[in-house]
C-alpha cells in the first residue's frame, strides 16, 4: 500500500501563485510514476502534469509554461508550483502514484485550489 498527503492548496488571486506538495509513504518502489490530476465540480477529473522517477515530465496543454513538476525521490516528494493562476484552475488537486508493476494508482485525498478572479 502506498499513502499520499497533499497539501498547499488554498485561496489566491487570478495572476497569483501556490506551490503544492504530494509526500508519498508506504511501499514506495522505482521505477514509478506520480502526478498531479484534478477535477472541478461538474468535470472529470483530468490530468495536469506527470513526472517518473527518472524525471520525464508530461503536462496537459492548458498548464504548459505555468505549471512546474518536480520531485524530490530521496524524500518520496512531489511538487506543482503553479504561476499565472486562472480562475478556470479552481479545482480539487489530486496527488497520484503509479505502481508500474500491476498498473496500480493510489491516490491523495485531494486539496482544494480556488482562484479567484
Known amino acids: 500500500q502506498v499513502q499520499l498527503a497533499e497539501s498547499g492548496g488554498g485561496l489566491v488571486q487570478a495572476g497569483g501563485s501556490l506551490r503544492l506538495s504530494c509526500v508519498a509513504s508506504?511501499?514506495?518502489?522505482?521505477?514509478?510514476?506520480m502526478g498531479w490530476y484534478r477535477q472541478a465540480p461538474g468535470n472529470q477529473r483530468e490530468l495536469v502534469a506527470v513526472?517518473?522517477?527518472?524525471?520525464?515530465?508530461t503536462y496537459a496543454d492548458y498548464v504548459k509554461g505555468r505549471f512546474t513538476i518536480s520531485r524530490d525521490n530521496a524524500k518520496n516528494t512531489m511538487y506543482l508550483q503553479m504561476n499565472s493562476l486562472k480562475p478556470e484552475d479552481t479545482a480539487v488537486y489530486y496527488c497520484?502514484?503509479?505502481?508500474?508493476?500491476?498498473?496500480?494508482?493510489?491516490w491523495g485525498q485531494g486539496t482544494q485550489v480556488t482562484v479567484s478572479s
Open positions: 508506504g511501499s514506495i518502489f522505482t521505477p514509478n510514476r
Open positions: 513526472i517518473t522517477s527518472g524525471g520525464t515530465t
Open positions: 497520484n502514484y503509479r505502481r508500474y508493476l500491476g498498473n496500480v494508482d493510489y
